[in-house]
């Protein structure tokens, strides 16, 4: 073969491997291209599963709260628990109790005799025999309900001269300056808008249908004037709460009426309002603050307070204790803990988180402070014995959750739910420190479902001015709850007392007059 022929043969098989080499690049472009179209949709791929999955969780959480409500049968409110009873009081109450009831004639079931009521007599004889001496008598109990009695009492204030001196009689007190209201008719007011959550109009319509004609207006005006008379006894309150070593706090809310101009074109926006629990006093503290839920109003409120406070899991709370320099100890809320774990009963992994956190209240309540002579110390020894191995196996456990970040994605239930368990592991822990301190914060929780009454009857307060007044009643009204105190039979005797009091009186001439000192004036004392 000739030179020349070879040299052909080599440029061809050049340009056919050029061609080939060209023919590849473009295919690894195209792949390249492909890879790259494909990793965007990947990509595309994991955005929409994490929406889908917090759409998911959004929804079931929606799906939570529906069902709590439609299982909610009830808004029945139970008097809080008041301080433990001794053994002697518990077995006098029962034989009281006892004596006041009496066997029927149907099966030996038993009834009331309800001997705390009035109670009216009468002889009744077959007609036309009456007068005769009875052979035999049977007594048949009738319980007759008389609506709300308004009574017009006219006072004539007459002036007598005496040795040349004219002597005049001093009208009764009112409450109220230039008010024909006694105390007990603001208190009637009083204990159905803010103990029974009626709202005024409600409270006008049902005075009307018994007799006494009362306008929105007057109605309001008496609760207006009542909380300015107030103003002092609600002051003796907020520093009788710190004096407390035990506090317990939460926040909620309530919608307010607010000028739509100042408000983004909303006529109603929602506020905050706090309480504070003092546990040992059995006085509840309502404040606001213009229905901010800023951590600066609890911060003011509690500055330079000393000792322990219980909540949720609130920054603003654990910011308090954070800023104390050591002088307040926070204790967490171990139903806040489980509540999440509640919700997914059925996982094997929060039932076993359950059956640990209900493990403390079962071990908790083999004994009681103030039954068999057991003391806050006892109690103190027997949590120190329990707490800490139930203590161990529930954060071993929420650990191993933690851990399964395959099985539980970062949005999760679970992950929120162990995650803020552990956030909340000192407070848990220290709560075993004293023997007196509640596993969870209960007790306010119980506290705040007068407001959320409220807010499904009344709907609203009309100002924060209102807000503030209604912070002040349910204060009252509340801590009697706390102390089995009639709230109407208090704040007759109160508002009449108040009245009476100097105008230079400070507010700690007031703190005999808060329900845990509170005692029933009776009439010439």
Request: aromatic content about 8%.
């Amino acid at each position: 073969m000739s030179k020349g022929n070879m040299n052909k043969i080599l440029e061809a098989q050049l340009e056919a491997a050029n061609a080939t080499i060209l023919q590849l690049n473009l295919t690894v472009s195209n792949l390249n291209t492909t890879i790259a179209e494909l990793r965007a949709t990947i990509a595309n791929l994991e955005g929409l599963l994490q929406e889908r999955d917090a759409s998911l969780t959004k929804a079931q959480n929606q799906m939570r709260g529906l069902s709590k409500l439609a299982g909610n049968k009830s808004e029945q409110q139970k008097p809080a628990p008041a301080a433990s009873k001794t053994e002697e009081e518990k077995k006098a109450e029962a034989e009281r109790r006892a004596a006041e009831r009496k066997a029927r004639g149907n099966n030996g079931a038993r009834r009331d005799m309800h001997f705390e009521m009035e109670t009216v007599e009468k002889d009744v004889y077959p007609a036309g025999y009456e007068g005769l001496a009875p052979f035999s008598t049977r007594d048949a109990v009738r319980y007759i309900m008389i609506p709300p009695r308004f009574i017009k009492e006219v006072s004539h204030i007459h002036t007598v001269k005496v040795e040349g001196t004219l002597v005049s009689a001093k009208a009764p007190l009112t409450p109220l300056l230039n008010s024909s209201f006694d105390g007990s008719f603001i208190a009637g007011i009083a204990q159905l808008r803010y103990l029974y959550s009626m709202p005024v109009e409600r409270i006008v319509a049902y005075f009307t249908e018994n007799g006494f004609n009362l306008d929105k207006q007057t109605a309001h005006g008496l609760i207006k004037k009542t909380a300015w008379l107030f103003e002092k006894l609600y002051k003796a309150m907020q520093a009788a709460v710190k004096e407390d070593r035990y506090l317990c706090c939460d926040e909620t809310y309530h919608k307010i009426l607010v000028d739509a101009d100042e408000n983004n074109g909303k006529g109603s926006r929602k506020g905050y309002i706090w309480v504070i629990v003092a546990v040992h006093l059995g006085l509840a503290y309502f404040f606001y603050e213009d229905g901010s839920r800023s951590e600066d109003v609890i911060l003011d409120e509690l500055k330079g307070y000393e000792g322990v406070i219980q909540s949720d899991g609130l920054k603003a709370y654990k910011k308090v204790a954070a800023q104390s320099e050591g002088k307040i100890l926070r204790l967490s809320c171990l139903q806040h803990c489980k509540r999440d774990f509640v919700d997914m009963k059925g996982n094997p992994d929060a039932d076993e988180i359950l059956a640990l956190a209900n493990r403390l209240y079962e071990k908790e309540h083999e004994h009681r402070i103030g039954k068999d002579g057991w003391t806050v110390e006892d109690n103190l020894r027997w949590r120190q014995e329990y707490a800490p191995p139930i203590l161990a196996k529930l954060k071993a456990a929420l650990l191993r959750v933690q851990a399964k970040t395959d099985k539980y994605p970062p949005k999760s239930q679970m992950r929120g739910a162990v995650n803020y368990f552990l956030n909340e592991w000192d407070g848990i822990e220290a709560i075993a420190t004293g023997g007196d301190y509640s596993w969870d914060n209960n007790l306010i929780e119980r506290i705040n479902r007068y407001i959320s009454l409220s807010r499904k009857n009344s709907l609203f307060f009309g100002s924060h001015a209102g807000a503030e007044r209604g912070a002040i009643f349910y204060s009252l009204a509340c801590s009697c709850r706390l102390h089995r105190i009639n709230f109407f039979e208090y704040l007759s005797d109160v508002l009449n007392r108040c009245a009476g009091m100097p105008n230079g009186a400070p507010p700690d001439a007031f703190r005999d007059l808060l329900p845990d000192r509170w005692s029933k004036k009776e009439q010439g004392d």
